[in-house]
C-alpha cells in the first residue's frame, strides 16, 4: 500500500529520497488528477512513454497522448469508476505504445486521491508488465489446447496418476468410459471411479511401476459404464513429475473388436462350420487331453463313434443341401442329451464321436441309446415327410490295460463297424480283448 501523502503532485526535487524509492520499486507508478492528466511518473513510465523524458515534460498531459488506447471503452470506464465512484480496480489492459509502436500487457491496480476534506482529487496507477508472462501463458494454453485435441482424437484412453492414486489428467475416451466429464475425474481416486478390487488390482501394478522404475505392457480388461466387459492393451510409464513428485501416465488402447476376432477366429478353427459343434482337430486335442486325467485320476471315460446312416443316399434323393440339414438335426439331437462337460464332434463327412468324461460303459450306453431313438423320431423336413434319419453307435470305455486314446478310438470304430454289419440304427460296444458286445437292435 502506498501513502498518498507520499506521492507528489508538484515537481520534486532531483535527490528526494521517495522518488528515488519508487524509480527502484520495478513497477509502473503513476498519478493523475480529476481530469487523467499526470501529477507524476516514476522512471519506468517515463522510460515507457518516451526516450529521454523527463518528469516536467509529462506534466498536464494524458495518458492517451502518449498511448494509443482505441476503441478499449473499458479502459476509459475503468478510470471514471475510480475517479467518479471512488472504486480500486485491478484488471489486466493492453496499451499500444507510441514510442516502440508495440502493445504492451499490464496488470494495473487503480485508486482513488482524497485531499484532506475527501474529496476525490485523481487517481494513483500501480501496473506490472506481464506481457511476456500472457505471451508465454497464451502459448502454453495454445500449445494445451492443442494437445488436448490430439490426445482426445488418439484411439486409445490416457491418463496421468500421481502417486497418491489420484488423476492428474485425462482425456475424452477414458472420461467417456468411466461416464464422468473430465472435471469430474481429475483428483479423483481410482478407487472413486472404479470398483474397489479392480482399482486396487491397477494399483498393486502401479506400485511396482513406481518402485523400479521400468514401463509396463499387457492386456487388461475392464468392465465400461454400460456394463460391456471391454479388452484394453496398456501402456504405462513412470514418470517423474514436476518437482520431482513421481507419477504415472498411461496409454490404453481398446482392443475388444481385435479380442473378440481373435476369439472368433479360435471358434472357427476348433468348430465344424456347418454344425457348429467341435471339429475333428479340436475334438482329438481335448480327447487326449481329458484321457491323460482320467487315467491318472483313475477316472471312467468313454467314446461313441457315430455313423448317419444311408447318407449318401439322401444326399443322392434330396440333394446337398437336405443333407445338410440332417448333419444339423443329428447334432441338435445329441446336444439336447449330452451334459455341458461332454463334448460332441464332427470327425468327418456323416461321422460323429461323442466323448464322456467320468461315465462308465453302461452309461455310455444309455446315452447312445437316448440319442439313436431321438434320431430315429427326427423328421428334418416337412415338405419330405418320409424323410427318416438313422445312425449307428459304437461304444468304448477306458479299461485298466487301455494304452493310449488311439487304442479306445480305435475299439469304439470297431464297434460301430459290427453295428453297421449288424443292419444298422443300433448300439454295439467293444471290450479291449475283443470279444463279442451285446448289440441293440433297432425297435420295429
Not at 457315430?306 to 439331437?333: E, Q, T
Not at 459304437?394 to 454289419?421: C, V
Request: with cysteine.
Amino acid at each position: 500500500m502506498i501513502d498518498v501523502g507520499l506521492v507528489p503532485q508538484v515537481p520534486l526535487p532531483a535527490v528526494d529520497p521517495y522518488r528515488l524509492l519508487l524509480d527502484e520499486v520495478g513497477a509502473f507508478v503513476y498519478t493523475t488528477d480529476s481530469e487523467g492528466r499526470f501529477t507524476y511518473a516514476n522512471q519506468l513510465v517515463l522510460d515507457l512513454l518516451g526516450p529521454n523524458l523527463r518528469l516536467e515534460d509529462v506534466y498536464g498531459k494524458s495518458f492517451t497522448d502518449f498511448v494509443d488506447i482505441g476503441g478499449d471503452d473499458k479502459l476509459r470506464e475503468t478510470d471514471r469508476r475510480v475517479l467518479r465512484d471512488g472504486e480500486t480496480i485491478a484488471r489486466e489492459e493492453d496499451n499500444h505504445i507510441h514510442a516502440t509502436g508495440e502493445t504492451r500487457t499490464y496488470w494495473s491496480v487503480k485508486k482513488p486521491l482524497h485531499d484532506n476534506d475527501g474529496n476525490i482529487v485523481g487517481l494513483i496507477g500501480i501496473s506490472h508488465d506481464i506481457t511476456e508472462k500472457k505471451r508465454l501463458e497464451d502459448k502454453l494454453r495454445q500449445q494445451k489446447e492443442l494437445l488436448d485435441v490430439v490426445l482426445d482424437n488418439v484411439d486409445a484412453l490416457v491418463y496421468m496418476k500421481g502417486a497418491n492414486r489420484r488423476f492428474l489428467y485425462a482425456n475424452r475416451h477414458l472420461a467417456e468410459v468411466f461416464g464422468q466429464p473430465i472435471e469430474h475425474i481429475i483428483g479423483r481416486l481410482d478407487s472413486e471411479l472404479m470398483p474397489k478390487d479392480v482399482a486396487d488390482a491397477f494399483w498393486e501394478k502401479d506400485q511396482h511401476i513406481l518402485a523400479t522404475g521400468q514401463r509396463y505392457t499387457g492386456e487388461e480388461s475392464l468392465v465400461d459404464n454400460q456394463g460391456r466387459q471391454r479388452h484394453y492393451w496398456s501402456v504405462v510409464v513412470p514418470w517423474a513429475g514436476a518437482g520431482g513428485m513421481p507419477a504415472l501416465i498411461g496409454l490404453v488402447t481398446d482392443i475388444t473388436e481385435l479380442h473378440q476376432l481373435q476369439e472368433e477366429l479360435q471358434r472357427q478353427i476348433r468348430t465344424d462350420s456347418l454344425t457348429g459343434i467341435a471339429n475333428r482337430r479340436s475334438f482329438f486335442e481335448h480327447a487326449e487331453s481329458e484321457f491323460a486325467r482320467s487315467r491318472r485320476h483313475r477316472l471312467p471315460l468313454s467314446l461313441i463313434a457315430i455313423d448317419i446312416d444311408h447318407f449318401k443316399r439322401i444326399n443322392d434323393r434330396y440333394g446337398h443341401p437336405m443333407g445338410d440339414r440332417v448333419l444339423r438335426d443329428f447334432a441338435g439331437c445329441a446336444a439336447h442329451a449330452l451334459r455341458e462337460e461332454d463334448v460332441c464332434a464332427r470327425t468327418g463327412g456323416e461321422e460323429f464321436c461323442i466323448l464322456l468324461p467320468e461315465t462308465d460303459l453302461k452309461h455310455a450306453v444309455a446315452i447312445a441309446e437316448r440319442i439313436r431313438l431321438a434320431t430315429a423320431a427326427c423328421r428334418p423336413c416337412p415338405e419330405h415327410p418320409e424323410l427318416a434319419i438313422t445312425a449307428s453307435f459304437g461304444i468304448a470305455a477306458l479299461e485298466e490295460r487301455t494304452p493310449s486314446f488311439d487304442i479306445l478310438f480305435s475299439r469304439a470304430d470297431h464297434a460301430l463297424y459290427t453295428a453297421k454289419q449288424q443292419g444298422r440304427n443300433r448300439c454295439c460296444h467293444q471290450h479291449m480283448d475283443g470279444s463279442p458286445a451285446p448289440v441293440r437292435m433297432a425297435n420295429p
